[in-house]
């Protein structure tokens, strides 16, 4: 569902703009939250295609038409789902003295949401409309991030970023994860297998840059997803707050 202001391009309304329960009839045998913890049920066992106005009246069973009394459309049962899913970020209950470890547990926590959630990526490709507990995500991020030189813009960028970094890192682990389940082929199989791919191209002669790069590069154990992704992590924010 979307709003038009005379020739103006269409924009999306939020689920919270919308009341949850009409003034006319009876009143429904659930709320939006119930509505929303079957489709999390469905998208987490088998993606966002199995979420359908149809299977989310059935596990909650009420007859189809009735679920419209909750949730307009689709578009805005994913809204639900994407601010239920926040609710799973903890913070503490104190500023944290460590501003930078804050920001890196926080990326960690949108990492691990993900990997419970595979679904989350595909999700968040919609446009943006922010529920309750995104809004708490951003207030806390804006308070880690307050006294630091960045402009709001390139704070709101930052946020960007690092989630946006999180939300894909966590995805790919999940789609490793249930690639191994129905494979055997473990994530290290597969890291193994690129960097084969890797040397195999440099030796061609056809890549002088890579080849330089893995010829100067020092042996190293080869180390794990958590490992790798709290470097991008650190990174990411070194170049952000130092750069």
Request: proline content about 6%; charged content about 20%; glycine content about 10%.
């Amino acid at each position: 569902m979307a709003r038009r202001r005379g020739g103006e391009k269409l924009t999306p309304i939020s689920i919270w703009d919308i009341p949850e329960q009409g003034t006319r009839g009876p009143k429904g045998r659930h709320d939006r939250a119930a509505v929303t913890v079957e489709a999390i049920r469905l998208a987490d066992a088998g993606g966002l295609d199995a979420v359908t106005m149809r299977g989310v009246a059935a596990g909650l069973g009420i007859a189809p038409m009735s679920l419209y009394n909750y949730v307009p459309t689709k578009d805005h049962l994913i809204q639900l789902m994407v601010d239920m899913a926040a609710s799973e970020y903890q913070y503490p209950d104190r500023e944290p003295a460590d501003k930078r470890a804050a920001i890196a547990d926080l990326a960690r926590q949108g990492r691990d949401i993900t990997r419970r959630h595979p679904w989350l990526p595909d999700a968040m490709r919609r446009p943006a409309v922010f529920g309750p507990n995104g809004l708490a995500y951003f207030e806390w991020f804006l308070g880690l991030l307050a006294g630091c030189p960045l402009d709001t813009a390139a704070k709101m960028e930052f946020i960007a970023m690092i989630n946006g970094f999180a939300v894909m890192y966590g995805g790919m682990e999940a789609t490793l994860a249930a690639q191994q389940a129905s494979t055997g082929i473990s994530p290290d199989q597969h890291a193994a297998a690129q960097v084969a791919a890797l040397v195999s191209a440099a030796a061609s002669g056809q890549y002088p840059n890579l080849a330089a790069a893995l010829s100067s590069s020092e042996p190293s154990r080869v180390r794990d997803s958590g490992e790798v992704f709290d470097s991008c992590v650190r990174r990411l924010v070194d170049g952000a707050l130092l750069g």
